[in-house]
């Protein structure tokens, strides 16, 4: 986990092709999909990001969704102890819900934002939340 924050901090810092590179390296490494799911969603999560065709992106964050449905809080818990699997949902959701908006197909979009408020209540309160909520809102108002 600490070579995938260091990677965002490079992407962070403007460097998007050698973050994107670092983290491609650590999904080979990792086995993919087949490897820890923990590291499997943060890495698919964080390389959608860094994907400069929405179709490339789209493909990341349903990896990072898949990923998630494999991992479980004990294994969560071992990296953090305040994380819940079901808290990440909202947000996977949201990202693929503005995926499909770019791509045109507001009707998937609307079912992923459903998706994303179901789970509203698995986010922890604060500033974190707010940045969810906030997000799914916009992205429904402009659908």
């Given at each position: 986990?600490?070579?995938?924050?260091?990677?965002?901090?490079?992407?962070?810092?403007?460097?998007?092709?050698?973050?994107?590179?670092?983290?491609?390296?650590?999904?080979?490494?990792?086995?993919?999909?087949?490897?820890?799911?923990?590291?499997?969603?943060?890495?698919?999560?964080?390389?959608?990001?860094?994907?400069?065709?929405?179709?490339?992106?789209l493909e990341w964050d349903r990896r990072a969704l898949r990923a998630a449905d494999g991992?479980?809080?004990?294994?969560?818990?071992?990296?953090?102890?305040?994380?819940?699997?079901?808290?990440?949902?909202?947000?996977?959701?949201?990202?693929?819900?503005?995926?499909?908006?770019?791509?045109?197909?507001?009707?998937?979009?609307?079912?992923h934002l459903d998706r994303a408020e179901a789970g509203f209540a698995d986010l922890p309160?604060?500033?974190?939340?707010?940045?969810?909520?906030?997000?799914?809102?916009?992205?429904?108002?402009?659908l």
């Open positions: 986990m600490g070579r995938i924050h260091a990677a965002q901090l490079r992407a962070a810092a403007g460097e998007r092709a050698g973050a994107a590179a670092d983290l491609a390296a650590l999904w080979d490494e990792i086995g993919g999909e087949a490897g820890d799911p923990l590291h499997a969603v943060s890495l698919a999560h964080f390389l959608a990001d860094l994907q400069d065709d929405p179709a490339d992106e991992l479980t809080d004990e294994r969560a818990r071992e990296y953090h102890s305040s994380l819940a699997v079901r808290g990440f949902y909202p947000s996977l959701h949201l990202n693929l819900a503005a995926d499909l908006v770019e791509l045109g197909d507001p009707e998937a979009a609307r079912h309160p604060g500033e974190y939340a707010d940045m969810i909520t906030g997000a799914v809102a916009r992205l429904r108002a402009q």
